[in-house]
């Protein structure tokens, strides 16, 4: 799987949308790039995934480079309950095992 | 909204005593993981476990570790032999298909 990059640290303030970025610059043709969050020590939680095209669900919206070598993850009204550290996967198999870097630690202000 | 459970959540052993760590997976899923996390480390995936046998293992599942599902609804991580490098939160998680995993709340394991 590819390795991804992340910021080690963002603040952003409460109501304002955080966009997290994220380089995939190896990624290959058949890997999802896969965004979790983890509260606290708490167990992660899954956000959002992409091959190729945008996504939006109910929490966030990802978005995919047309040449897929980086992605960003936007929280479009960022809450304090958003504090978290977010990690950015680049993962092949669907179901297989998930390898967490280190992601960004996402820091939300009043 | 169904969730995935763990119990203890808090257990604390001697070293050299052998500890299990349960799981309730959610309840339609068939695909079972068991991640550690190091205080102030990342996640690291330990094991997978799929129609009822490992799919994938880590280097850090040696022989001291085990993963069984008892019946239709547990899953439970077994360290046979503890060690103070074991202290850890482990995480269990579950997927029904494919893509996401939905994790459980964690047991925190310290070993004396």
């Known amino acids: 799987d590819a390795k991804t990059t992340q910021p080690t640290s963002m603040d952003c303030a409460e109501g304002r949308a955080a966009n997290l970025p994220c380089n995939h610059s190896?990624?290959?043709?058949?890997?999802?790039v896969y965004w979790y969050r983890q509260i606290h020590s708490q167990g992660p939680q899954y956000i959002i995934h992409?091959?190729?095209n945008n996504e939006t669900n109910e929490m966030a919206s990802l978005i995919i480079t047309e040449d897929r070598k980086s992605s960003t993850l936007i929280l479009p009204h960022a809450t304090l309950r958003d504090t978290a550290v977010y990690y950015c996967?680049?993962?092949?198999?669907?179901?297989?095992?998930?390898?967490f870097g280190a992601g960004t630690q996402v820091v939300v202000t009043p | 909204e169904p969730e995935v459970t763990q119990t203890p959540s808090h257990q604390v052993t001697q070293m050299g005593q052998e500890v299990i760590l349960r799981c309730v997976p959610i309840?339609?899923?068939?695909?079972f993981y068991w991640y550690r996390q190091i205080l102030g480390q990342k996640v690291e995936f330990l094991v997978s476990?799929?129609?009822?046998?490992?799919?994938?293992k880590s280097e850090i599942f040696d022989d001291q570790f085990s993963v069984e599902r008892p019946d239709g609804s547990n899953f439970t991580l077994k360290i046979r032999s503890t060690k103070l490098e074991d202290s850890a939160m482990y995480f269990c998680?579950?997927?029904?298909?494919?893509?996401?995993?939905?994790f459980g709340p964690g047991t925190r394991l310290t070993v004396t």
């Open positions: 998680a579950s997927s029904e298909f494919v893509y996401e995993q939905y």
């Open positions: 190896t990624i290959s043709g058949n890997e999802y």
């Open positions: 992409g091959l190729k």
């Open positions: 996967i680049a993962r092949t198999d669907s179901w297989g095992k998930l390898q």
């Open positions: 309840s339609n899923h068939l695909y």
């Open positions: 476990f799929y129609n009822n046998e490992i799919s994938e």
